[in-house]
């Protein structure tokens, strides 16, 4: 099980914004960067946000990230139905010494 | 274009060994950090092991001891060799790039590899 929680699922329709959570702990999303990744089934996952609250070239701005202690946020605007995919939230941790993902969020548009 | 290329899974039975290579195209995997990630049936990603341009790894408390990640510069590729495999370690293996641009987040992603140990 992984050392990092995410909310299992999140919903919307189109045009709406939706948010989820990552929680960790002071050992990793507390004192660390945190990234998220966007993974659809049987295609590479990819990199939306990086340094907990910057977008890679080409992402939209409809993805922004932020973090507030021990617990990050992904929020997606405007949803549409691409957007429909897994969502993972990744941080490096300290005591593992080791990189951790969370434990995904399943994102579905109505 | 930037690209790795998985290859190498295949079905084992418990306690065999496999490797798994990772091909880099478009960059040098000497001046990158190269990561594997797995997914498991059903399961989410998770972390594997990484090695970093100076040749540092680490690995995943669940494959550490079995699993060792390696690099052939000359070949601009890495490789993932598993030993004493389990059934649990049955998943999509996916290497990746972390790139200093992007605070090293990674990147560039191949399609994944299938492992399956099974009896």
């Known amino acids: 099980q992984s050392v990092v929680t995410q909310s299992p699922s999140a919903s919307g329709t189109p045009g709406q914004r939706v948010t989820m959570s990552c929680s960790g702990s002071t050992s990793n999303v507390g004192s660390n960067d945190v990234y998220w990744y966007q993974h659809l089934p049987g295609t590479a996952p990819k990199l939306l946000i990086y340094?907990?609250?910057q977008r890679p070239s080409g992402v939209p701005d409809r993805f922004s990230g932020s973090k507030s202690g021990t617990s990050a946020s992904l929020a997606i605007s405007g949803l549409r139905s691409e957007d429909e995919a897994a969502y993972y939230c990744?941080?490096?941790?300290?005591?593992?010494?080791?990189?951790?993902f969370g434990t995904g969020t399943e994102v579905s548009v109505l | 274009e930037v690209q790795v290329v998985e290859s190498g899974g295949g079905l084992v039975q418990p306690g065999a060994s496999l490797r798994l290579s990772c091909e880099a195209s478009g960059f040098s995997v000497t001046r990158s950090y190269i990561t594997w990630v797995r997914q498991a049936p059903g399961k989410g990603l998770e972390w594997v092991s990484i090695i970093y341009t100076g040749g540092t790894t680490y690995y995943a408390d669940a494959v550490r001891g079995r699993f060792t990640i390696s690099r052939d510069n000359s070949k601009d590729t890495v490789y993932l060799q598993m030993n004493s495999l389990r059934v649990e370690d049955t998943a999509v293996y996916y290497c990746a790039r972390l790139i200093e641009t992007y605070s090293y987040g990674m990147d560039a992603w191949g399609q994944g590899t299938s492992v399956i140990v099974s009896s």
């Open positions: 990744a941080v490096w941790d300290d005591s593992l010494t080791g990189y951790v």
């Open positions: 340094k907990t609250d």
